[in-house]
C-alpha cells in the first residue's frame, strides 16, 4: 500500500498567516500539522508516501521532512499548480499509485484515540475495495455527513449538508484499491468546480463496494480554521500532559516499528 498526502490548498480560512506558509506547516501544539497526519499514514504500516503540495511550500517541505530516510520513509513530492478537489490528488498521484493500494490523507486531519493505530492496522488488513472512518462531530455540517438506515447500513454520504440528521462524519483518512483512478477519471467537478472525495466514495458505494468503520471512541479535530487550531493545540497538549504520552511523533513512531 502506498500514501498520499495532501499538503496543498489555499487555506483561506487562516488568512493572513497562510499567505505566508501553507497551514500543514503552522504547529500544533509541539509539533507541525503534517506529523499528525503522516502518523497515520505510518500507524497503517505505510512507508512510499507522495505528498502533493504547491512549488511556493515545496522547499519548507523538504526542509522538514527531506526524502523521508530519517523517519524510516521514502517521501516523494508532487505539485499540484491549482486546487481542484481532494479527489484530483488520486489523478496527481497515478502513476505513484500504480497497481497498488493507497492510503490517502489529508495534512490538516487530527485523529485521536487509545486504539487508533490497531483500528487502522485492522482496516487496512480487511481492505478489498473501498475503506473509511465514520465518527462522531458535533459541527457535521462542516464535512462529508454519513447517513446510515435504522439496520445501521450506511445509505448514503452528503458533502457539507444544511442541517444534517445525522451527526456521523467521514474524517479525511481514505482507503482504496487501485480502481480508484480510474473511478476519479470519470468524475465530474462539482458545483464547487471541484472533484469531490465524496463523489468518489459515494460510486463505491453505490457499487455495494465500499467498507465503513463506525468508531464512536474516536476524537476528530479539522484544524483548518483559527478556533479549531487553537482546539487542536490545546487538546494535544492536555492529553499529553495528563496521559503522559507523545501524539503525532513520527521519528517515535518510526523508532517503535523498527525503521530507524
Known amino acids: 500500500m502506498k500514501g498520499i498526502l495532501l499538503g496543498g490548498g489555499k487555506a483561506t480560512r487562516l488568512y493572513p498567516i497562510t499567505k505566508v506558509i501553507t497551514k500543514h506547516l503552522l504547529p500544533v501544539y509541539d509539533k507541525p500539522m503534517i506529523y499528525y497526519s503522516l502518523s497515520l499514514l505510518m500507524y497503517a ?30 517521501i516523494s513530492y508532487c505539485i499540484q499548480k491549482q486546487p481542484h478537489g481532494i479527489a484530483e490528488a488520486i489523478l496527481l498521484g497515478a502513476d505513484f499509485i500504480k497497481n497498488d493500494q493507497v492510503c490517502l490523507v489529508l495534512g490538516d486531519t487530527i485523529l485521536y484515540s487509545d486504539t487508533l493505530e490497531e483500528d487502522i492496522i485492522g482496516i ?48 479525511g483518512l481514505y482507503f482504496y484499491d487501485n480502481t480508484c483512478v480510474k473511478k476519479a477519471e470519470n468524475l465530474r467537478p462539482s458545483l464547487r468546480g471541484e472533484l469531490e472525495i465524496t463523489d468518489l466514495n459515494n460510486e463505491y458505494l453505490k457499487a455495494g463496494k465500499l467498507q465503513v468503520s463506525k468508531l464512536d471512541n474516536l476524537q476528530y479535530i479539522d484544524a483548518g480554521q483559527y478556533d479549531s487550531l487553537l482546539s487542536a493545540s490545546n487538546f494535544i497538549r492536555k492529553k499529553q500532559e495528563e496521559e503522559s504520552i507523545v501524539i503525532g511523533d513520527i521519528k517515535r513512531t518510526a523508532s517503535e516499528k523498527g525503521w530507524i
Do not use: M, W
Request: hydrophobic share 30%; net charge negative.
Open 45 to 74: 504500516n505505510v512507508k512510499e508516501i507522495l505528498i502533493i503540495t504547491d512549488s511556493s511550500n515545496l522547499g519548507h517541505y523538504k526542509k522538514i521532512l527531506g526524502n523521508g530516510s530519517d523517519f524510516g520513509l521514502n
Open 124 to 171: 487496512r488488513s480487511q481492505l478489498k475495495d473501498c475503506a473509511v472512518i465514520a465518527c462522531r462531530h458535533s459541527h457535521p455540517e462542516h464535512f462529508g455527513v454519513a447517513f446510515f438506515n435504522d439496520d445501521g447500513q450506511l445509505t448514503e454520504i452528503k458533502e457539507k449538508p444544511v442541517n444534517p440528521s445525522s451527526d456521523y462524519v467521514i474524517p
